[in-house]
């Protein structure tokens, strides 16, 4: 069972106001990875990670054709490094993105003032410490 609570989603929702948003790492259909800076990561529900993709470019474009996905979570100060791993699914429309788009930081919505953007949300299938211990694992 994945349960991110507490701690974990006080530091993932307040990422960027402390100067260190998340990494999202994703893959292409042929397997060529990517890797970019999201500062506007939240957590959705207790399970579910959810940012505001406003580039469009090629994570978006990676997450259409394979949805694995890895958040990556690091704070240096608190000797914190987490992976978050799981499935995204687009939000183009709808009242999951206008939830996104009102719950994202307002920096990060400040950059994109007429919602061009489309939610994402990353059902989360494992929580994995940098050593590779396993936290928690959906069962």
Same mark, same amino acid.
């Given at each position: 069972?994945?349960?991110?609570?507490?701690?974990?989603?006080?530091?993932?929702?307040?990422?960027?106001?402390?100067?260190?948003?998340?990494?999202?790492?994703?893959?292409?259909? &042929?397997?060529?990875?990517?890797?970019?800076?999201?500062?506007?990561?939240?957590?959705?529900?207790?399970?579910?990670?959810?940012?505001?993709?406003?580039?469009?470019?090629?994570?978006?474009?990676?997450?259409?054709?394979?949805?694995?996905?890895?958040?990556?979570?690091?704070?240096?100060?608190?000797?914190?490094?987490?992976?978050?791993?799981?499935?995204?699914?687009?939000?183009?429309?709808?009242?999951?993105? &206008?939830?996104?788009?009102?719950?994202?930081?307002?920096?990060?919505?400040?950059? &994109?003032?007429?919602?061009?953007?489309?939610?994402?949300?990353?059902?989360?299938?494992?929580?994995?410490?940098?050593?590779?211990?396993?936290?928690?694992?959906?069962?």
């Amino acid at each position: 069972m994945i349960s991110i609570t507490g701690e974990s989603r006080d530091q993932l929702n307040r990422a960027l106001d402390d100067g260190i948003p998340c990494l999202v790492g994703t893959a292409s259909a &042929d397997g060529q990875p990517q890797i970019s800076l999201k500062g506007s990561i939240l957590v959705y529900d207790d399970e579910t990670l959810a940012y505001w993709e406003r580039a469009k470019r090629s994570a978006l474009e990676n997450v259409g054709v394979n949805p694995k996905v890895v958040v990556f979570y690091r704070n240096p100060g608190e000797r914190v490094n987490l992976r978050f791993q799981g499935t995204a699914t687009i939000h183009d429309s709808g009242p999951i993105k &206008d939830e996104v788009a009102d719950r994202a930081v307002e920096r990060e919505m400040s950059r &994109d003032p007429e919602r061009h953007g489309v939610a994402v949300l990353v059902k989360v299938d494992r929580i994995v410490e940098l050593s590779g211990n396993v936290l928690q694992e959906r069962g």
